[in-house]
């Protein structure tokens, strides 16, 4: 399997995985803080920590999807403390935008269907976590969705002088909003899954992960779809530029630790507008050289919710008190 | 991990196993026991990643030689002016292991709309490119490609499977023939590869071919993504080509189960392991029962997309051809459909 593994390593940067969570183990030692009541790997995580990390994410998800489609958050029961876990204190929610996308009545491509099918989709990834997890799941940190505006100005979109971007404001910037999610959840779990252990696999956590990705890839294909759809319906490429930017400033956060798939360093793609039926798109995200999907580590997805590239910060964007995580602090 | 916290991980696991069985046996395999069901029908009891990534490879040559055809109107081994201006990689087709055999039927597809074409020709040269990199990873131990049928009507593969799915005029069913034809011919294909390589993730002891696999998994995905919201955006109310997805969805379940549980397919019409797109009702916190598109294919309680194993994978693709006539017994090699001389490699 040698020219296996040297394909891999070009493609998807195991070597750069397993370096940061090395340096997350270390650092967590030293934080004194990690989840003892779960077994750790020799590696410093188990497979709760896993679990864990991508139920920061989808607690991140599930609020800014049943907003849009309801104006409302998860149910309090769905974000409480697991008996067993270090974290004990249920986060707020701060929205910072009238909440709920409106939708045109007679659209055609049933939008208000849609907003409540994404939303009752990642609700249920919370909730099937939290099961899978029991007493070891965490509760809901506080998550801060006003983190749309600042992000958007770092990203070129807006100036600070300019209203901030609301991706409640209308179902091209909830296109937008969703965006800056999908492509991002689906290279976490990529990311994650190799790291689940021999006995998570037997108990059916690799599946589980190996499952959501794909639905967050369905997510992201018809996010990405709809963006260039609608480019092409309107000979627009206004949100594909936008959405290009938030592309742009994912790379830009990860700088100095991007797990390069490809030899240009960046694990993004994007969207573009084809004016004939023999140009391509580009919905897929995945490397140009292999069409292999991209993967994030812990670190790199840390740094894009965080919204900062600088090592060792620890909450930020859209986690005003970090995630719940064991891979809270970047170490990379 | 053995301790009282795994241990009530388990428990729960458990229970959502229960849970599972009122959904249907396939869900529960897919979710929980990936890995601790491989091959009933076609037991190999040793194999190795490479031939996961070999059954993956076979899948593979079949896909992407369909949206070659349809996007260039050449096979991946051909070049021609369309594929060449597109990037599409040309396939090297000199593997000596198993049978070779050539492909039959397919077209260019007259694209009217620039979503569609444009699609076709991004996912073919995706296609191509996962076909190439399987073939660079197994290198020398890499599957010929076997003998493909994707030809329109009957006795062609298409016509064929949409005859036996209930599509309307389904015996003569060309994918080739419109932008919505194309849609249906892709979306036969596409949540099939995506449960192929979730199945075939759990099986693989190599993490840096799990890495590859799951970043397939994830191309898959969008693509299946990509053909199910343009099938959505051209047919809103699932009146023409979106209740064919439904169709379609229904037989892939039918012969995925026959594959894994050996019985009469009716037993289990119930309780599918893939759903087409549909208006369906779901309960979101705070607002309750609201009316949703379903664009997901995936179980309806915990949104987990479905895994399938070889078996149940080969007895779709070769419709039905990898059990005997009355369902319970293994036919080796499984022949039919868009395999008319079966699949290289050890699962076939």
Same mark, same amino acid.
């Given at each position: 399997?040698?020219?296996? /593994? ?20 270390? =650092? ?12 750790? %790997? ?47 204190? &249920?986060?707020?929610?701060? &929205? ?18 849609? !907003? ?55 179902? /091209? ?41 794909? @639905? ?46 490809? =030899? ?19 919905? &897929? ?43 809270? =602090? %970047?170490?990379? | ?8 991980? /388990? ?66 081994? +051909? ?32 694209? %009217? ?7 076709? +020709? ?37 016509? =064929? ?30 949540? @099939? ?18 890495? @590859? ?12 993504? !990509? ?9 809103? %109310? ?12 229904? !037989? ?27 208006? @369906? ?68």
């Amino acid at each position: 399997m040698n020219k296996l /593994d040297s394909i891999i390593s070009k493609a998807l940067s195991r070597r750069t995985f397993l370096a940061g969570a090395g340096a997350v183990a270390a =650092t967590t030692a030293i934080a004194g803080c990690s989840n003892n009541n779960v077994a750790a %790997t020799t590696s410093g995580y188990s497979d709760a920590d896993i679990l864990n990390y991508a139920l920061n994410l989808e607690y991140l998800e599930a609020e800014f999807y049943l907003r849009a489609a309801t104006g409302s958050g998860l149910q309090a029961s769905d974000t409480t403390a697991g008996s067993a876990s270090p974290y004990q204190t &249920v986060g707020s929610v701060t &929205v910072g935008y009238a909440a709920q996308v409106p939708v045109t009545a007679s659209s055609p491509s049933n939008q208000q269907q849609i !907003l409540n099918e994404i939303a009752y989709e990642e609700q249920e990834h919370v909730r099937f976590l939290r099961a899978a997890l029991g007493s070891a799941a965490i509760p809901r940190p506080a998550i801060d969705l006003s983190f749309f505006g600042p992000l958007a100005v770092a990203a070129g979109i807006y100036t600070s002088a300019q209203p901030a971007f609301n991706p409640f404001l209308s179902f /091209d910037a909830f296109l937008i909003g969703a965006f800056i999610f999908e492509d991002v959840g689906v290279t976490a779990y990529s990311g994650a899954a190799p790291l689940i252990s021999a006995a998570g696999v037997a108990s059916g956590y690799l599946t589980a992960a190996a499952g959501i990705l794909a @639905v967050e890839a369905y997510h992201a294909g018809y996010i990405r779809t709809s963006i260039t759809g609608r480019g092409i319906t309107n000979s627009s490429n206004t949100y594909i530029t936008i959405a290009n930017q938030v592309a742009a400033l994912r790379a830009s956060l990860t700088v100095g630790n991007s797990a390069a798939p490809s =030899t240009t360093g960046s694990v993004e793609t994007n969207l573009l507008l084809p004016t004939t039926t023999s140009t391509p798109s580009a919905i &897929v995200a995945a490397s140009s050289s292999n069409a292999v999907g991209f993967a994030r580590t812990v670190n790199q997805v840390h740094h894009i919710v965080y919204g900062s590239p600088t090592v060792g910060v620890a909450k930020g964007g859209f986690f005003p008190s970090g995630t719940n995580s064991i891979f809270a =602090t %970047t170490t990379a | 991990m053995a301790n009282q916290e795994t241990q009530l991980v /388990d428990d729960i696991l458990i229970q959502s196993r229960r849970k599972l069985l009122t959904l249907g046996a396939t869900s529960l395999a897919g979710m929980v026991l990936g890995a601790a069901l491989p091959e009933k029908a076609h037991a190999a009891t040793t194999y190795t990643d490479n031939d996961i990534l070999n059954f993956a490879l076979n899948l593979e040559y079949l896909e992407a030689n369909f949206y070659y055809q349809a996007a260039f109107g050449t096979t991946i081994d +051909v070049a021609n002016a369309a594929s060449t201006a597109a990037g599409a990689p040309l396939i090297t087709l000199n593997q000596t292991v198993g049978t070779k055999g050539t492909v039959t039927g397919g077209s260019k597809v007259s694209f %009217t709309t620039v979503q569609v074409g444009s699609y076709a +020709v991004e996912t073919a040269v995706e296609e191509g490119k996962h076909v190439a990199v399987l073939q660079s990873a197994l290198g020398s131990l890499a599957v010929a490609q076997p003998a493909i049928n994707i030809a329109a009507g009957t006795p062609g593969a298409f016509g =064929t499977l949409a005859n036996a799915a209930l599509i309307p005029g389904g015996a003569s069913f060309s994918p080739y023939a419109s932008d919505a034809a194309f849609l249906v011919g892709a979306y036969v294909f596409e949540d @099939v590869g995506v449960t192929a390589y979730h199945g075939a993730a759990s099986l693989l002891t190599s993490s840096a071919n799990l890495s @590859v696999a799951a970043g397939i998994l994830g191309v898959e995905a969008y693509h299946a993504g !990509l053909i199910r919201t343009s099938i959505s955006y051209m047919d809103p %109310t699932n009146a023409g080509i979106g209740s064919y997805t439904n169709l379609i969805s229904s !037989l892939r379940a039918t012969l995925a189960k026959q594959g894994l549980l050996g019985v009469a397919p009716s037993t289990y019409d119930a309780n599918p392991d893939d759903y087409g797109l549909a208006t @369906v009702s779901t309960s979101l916190a705070g607002s309750g029962s609201v009316t949703s598109t379903r664009l997901t294919d995936a179980d309806g309680t915990n949104v987990i997309a479905f895994a399938r194993n070889t078996t149940q994978v080969l007895n779709i693709v070769t419709g039905g051809g990898a059990v005997n006539v009355a369902g319970t017994a293994a036919v080796s090699p499984a022949i039919g459909v868009f395999f008319p001389a079966g699949l290289n490699g050890l699962f076939k």
